[in-house]
Nanobody, 116 residues
């Protein structure tokens, strides 16, 4: 059974930091392109960052320089370090694992709220 479980969300003030984690099971984690996506109220889900098997990373322009994606293949975990958070970063953040050929799995999300 495939499971992706996000954690680490919460309420923070602008300028503060959070670290999201995604624990996985049931997948050959090291083979997957892993990513973080987010969905704000009334908006479509959007890419935040991805990391490939060879640790190449890609970031949305809005988070580049503030967020860092990383992975631990031994622990089958994905991380997102979010610094200098802004109110516009408020969203539900989802973990995704993609192997291509239609094999893509999602977690249930974790809420991040940035507000003073």
């Amino acid at each position: 059974q495939v499971q992706l479980v996000e954690s680490g969300g919460g309420l923070v003030q602008p300028g503060e930091s959070l670290r999201l984690s995604c624990s996985t099971s049931g997948i050959s984690f090291s083979m997957y392109v892993m990513g973080w996506y987010r969905q704000a109220p009334g908006k479509q889900r959007e890419l935040v960052a991805t990391i490939t098997r060879d640790l190449s990373t890609n970031y949305a322009g809005s988070v580049k320089g503030r967020f860092t994606i990383s992975r631990d293949n031994a622990k089958k975990m994905l991380f997102l370090q979010m610094n200098s958070l802004k109110p516009e970063d408020t969203a539900v953040y989802y973990c995704n694992g993609d192997l291509g050929s239609g094999q893509s799995f999602w977690g249930r999300g974790t809420q991040v709220t940035v507000s003073s």
